[in-house]
């Protein structure tokens, strides 16, 4: 499956942005889909995902609340509404799938398992 991620940009704290990430190659029906993200300097980490058949969504800690994962099957499509954007938010954002139906978190968060990746889309915040 390939991901395209798109949507990021630069913002000023408080703003919202909401990012996009269409899979092709095969349907994400019955896929847990994630978003990482990656700032520079430091390791990928874990920010939101949705499990395969929409019923759960986990979020990190620090995004809780203020931003919101979707999928919509029928498009091949997941979104990542963001809002109240903070500087520590800054970074690419990655959306990534095993293709697996996956439910448990302490699965869901290690992005060594999986195998499948967009290429990034850049978030900025700052005043």
């Known amino acids: 499956v390939q991901l395209q991620a798109s949507g990021g940009g630069s913002v000023q704290p408080g703003e919202s942005l909401t990012l996009s990430c269409v899979a092709s190659g095969r349907t994400i029906t019955g896929a847990t889909m994630t978003w990482f993200r990656q700032a520079p300097g430091k390791e990928r980490e874990f920010v939101a995902a949705?499990?395969?058949?929409?019923?759960?969504?986990y979020y990190r800690a620090g995004v809780m609340g203020r931003f919101n994962v979707s999928r919509d099957d029928p498009n091949n499509t997941v979104h990542l509404q963001m809002d109240r954007l903070e500087p520590e938010d800054t970074a690419v954002y990655y959306c990534?799938?095993?293709?697996?139906?996956?439910?448990?978190?302490?699965?869901?968060?290690?992005?060594?398992?999986?195998?499948?990746w967009g290429q990034g889309t850049q978030v900025t915040v700052s005043s």
């Open positions: 949705i499990t395969w058949n929409g019923a759960k969504t």
């Open positions: 990534a799938t095993e293709g697996l139906r996956i439910d448990s978190f302490s699965a869901i968060v290690q992005y060594r398992r999986y195998p499948f």
